[in-house]
């Protein structure tokens, strides 16, 4: 899932798409391009200029080397582009030079769309948007962070208008969250350092394939709020958190729920998400 305004595009592991507010009980099914797509990402936005398109993104992430279309293995680079107005799909037989290293997890902002990404052939990481007003693609700003594999870094919205990444450090357990100044093209951005705690009880995130990735909010008292797995005893089963932790305190810590390692689909579950009555999209085609 991937969301923008309280929609929920839920990509589903057939290929089928669906478009769906849950608070209005609204659901419209999107006719996808190709059958199922495992290494694809999605983004949801809209034209920030008419303010009245929504669109998917779909794009075939991974770290090709070939600058062309004539990739070999079984996915061909590509970015598709659906509309929800015109209800079609546009495709661009390109190859990207980057690709999203925290499992294609984008944040939403204000229409658009933000990921962490490296580029293929420099070490560098970076903060990669796409503008769905045009289009493209618009490379941000690094990270105010080294990047490790090891660490957990993690993206998303910072009151609607900024963006706010939490790292923790895998040798140190020291959380911190930065916070960006600005969000918009030709600006130059500045992280500023939000928060930061080191503590015995921090909980430990982890970046496993097999546990879902953390999530963060900043919260109106800035707390920062993390939703986690952990590993119990056992070593077979995880407990879902949700620890509040402020600057000198952990306030609360509540377990959800328990489950088996793996059992929610770790790779794409989890998001802060704000409810809406943004009403799902219609388009203009009657003929549907
Ligand atoms: C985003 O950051 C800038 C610079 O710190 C600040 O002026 C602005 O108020 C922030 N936006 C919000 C919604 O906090
Ligand atoms: C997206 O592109 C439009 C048109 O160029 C521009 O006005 C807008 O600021 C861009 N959005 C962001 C977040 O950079
Ligand atoms: C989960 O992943 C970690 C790290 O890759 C691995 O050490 C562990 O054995 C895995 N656990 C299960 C139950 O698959």
């Not at 099914?29 to 009245?52: A, F």
């Not at 790292?167 to 960006?180: D, M, P, R, Y």
Request: charged share 20%.
């Amino acid at each position: 899932m991937v969301h923008c305004d309280g929609l929920l595009l839920c990509i589903f592991e057939s290929g089928s798409m669906a478009v769906w507010n849950p608070c209005l009980n609204q659901v419209r099914w999107i006719k996808p391009l190709t059958s199922s797509c495992k290494v694809c990402c999605y983004g949801i936005g809209y034209d920030g200029l008419s303010r009245d398109n929504y669109k998917i993104l779909k794009f075939v992430n991974g770290a090709f080397t070939k600058n062309e279309y004539a990739n070999t293995g079984s996915y061909k680079p590509e970015v598709d582009i659906y509309e929800f107005k015109s209800n079609s799909w546009k495709t661009f037989k390109v190859s990207l030079d980057w690709h999203v290293v925290t499992r294609c997890k984008g944040a939403p902002l204000k229409g658009n769309m933000y990921w962490i990404s490296k580029w293929n052939r420099k070490p560098d990481i970076f903060i990669q948007s796409f503008n769905f007003s045009t289009e493209t693609f618009e490379p941000l700003c690094s990270l105010p962070v080294g990047y490790d594999i090891y660490n957990v870094v993690v993206l998303s919205a910072f009151k609607g208008d900024n963006l706010s990444l939490l790292h923790q450090s895998k040798e140190t357990s020291k959380i911190e969250v930065w916070v960006t100044n600005k969000v918009k093209n030709g600006v130059s951005i500045s992280w500023t350092k939000f928060f930061s705690v080191t503590r015995p009880d921090l909980p430990v995130l982890v970046a496993f394939e097999n546990i879902s990735y953390p999530v963060h909010f900043i919260d109106k008292n800035n707390r920062i709020v993390v939703c986690c797995e952990e590993v119990l005893a056992d070593r077979r089963n995880v407990a879902v958190n949700i620890y509040v932790i402020g600057e000198d305190e952990i306030k609360s810590q509540d377990e959800i729920e328990q489950h088996q390692i793996g059992f929610s689909w770790p790779l794409i579950s989890g998001y802060a998400y704000l409810p809406s009555l943004v009403p799902v999209p219609s388009s203009e085609d009657k003929t549907e």
